[in-house]
């Protein structure tokens, strides 16, 4: 079977984008990860699937796949490049689409000057909606991780996150402690570890290891929650500018009952046929 795709990235968070309007796109999970595999594959962190609205009044249908061949509920980086992608290739016309994803809708918008807005919805913050292990709902919670006791912030952005705060994320122990928040057992479905320095309070840095794929140059997700867990703390004020290795992304959140906006880059490198 041979498979068109295009190979794109945001910020450096790089992806597999497939046309599953116009080609059957129907992958295992180990088809998945060869696609992903840096060695045998194209390489990508994650597999972005444009499919046919299943819901009235939607433009398309967002899929999202790991680089370990799992299915997960959403990608902000990712939602910039299916917008960037749609347009490049014919599949509409329109500045601002609305997408379902598994986690409900979203509606990026093309900006005139290439740069990609996405309304990516209104955090959640409950540990059942995470879901998060634990009774209380507080803005700060104790996670035991190796001999260390942890204080994070938990924020749904359609995929749940675990936001940190450290004095430097070029000494913060991302390698170590992110697979291990991972898959704490406090996350039934794991989560994203986000690591994040506060600069002022306008701007963080930020690494984050994400859930299926490991530490990753940029997280759009990542950032919202970030941005998010520092407003609550009474660490930032909105807007934020979110530095990550990949590069900047703008991030606004104007408090709770509103959807997080993020602004950024979505850059298509090339575009082929692969055989599977």
């Not at 609305?98 to 209104?122: A, F, H, K, Y």
């Not at 430097?168 to 039934?188: C, K, M, N, W």
């Not at 990753?216 to 530095?243: K, M």
Request: charged share 25%; with cysteine; proline share 5%.
């Amino acid at each position: 079977m041979k498979l068109k795709f295009s190979k794109m990235h945001g910020l450096g968070n790089d992806f597999v984008v497939l046309d599953g309007v116009r080609q059957q796109v129907n992958l295992s999970p180990e088809q998945l990860r060869f696609l992903a595999d840096r060695n045998f594959g194209i390489g990508c962190d994650q597999i972005l699937l444009v499919e046919k609205p299943t819901h009235v009044g939607v433009d398309f249908r967002y899929r999202i796949f790991n680089a370990d061949g799992g299915e997960v509920e959403q990608c902000g980086n990712g939602a910039r490049c299916f917008v960037r992608f749609v347009h490049d290739v014919g599949l509409t016309d329109k500045p601002e689409i609305r997408v379902e994803t598994m986690r409900g809708i979203i509606s990026p918008r093309l900006e005139s000057d290439g740069n990609v807005t996405v309304d990516m919805g209104i955090p959640r913050f409950l540990p059942a909606e995470i879901p998060f292990l634990h009774d209380d709902d507080v803005v700060i919670y104790s996670l035991d991780v190796a001999d260390e006791t942890l204080e994070i912030s938990v924020v749904s952005m359609g995929n749940p996150h675990a936001v940190q705060v450290v004095d430097s994320v070029d000494t913060a122990p991302v390698a170590e402690y992110g697979p291990l928040i991972e898959r704490h057992e406090q996350f039934p479905q794991r989560v994203n570890a986000g690591f994040m320095q506060i600069v002022d309070r306008h701007a963080i840095k930020l690494r984050v290891y994400e859930r299926g794929s490991g530490e990753t140059l940029a997280c759009g997700t990542g950032a919202c929650a970030a941005v998010v867990a520092g407003i609550r703390r009474g660490l930032l004020e909105s807007p934020v500018r979110v530095t990550t290795r990949g590069g900047d992304l703008n991030i606004a959140w104007d408090g709770a009952g509103l959807s997080v906006m993020m602004s950024g880059p979505a850059v298509t490198v090339f575009s082929g046929e692969i055989e599977l």
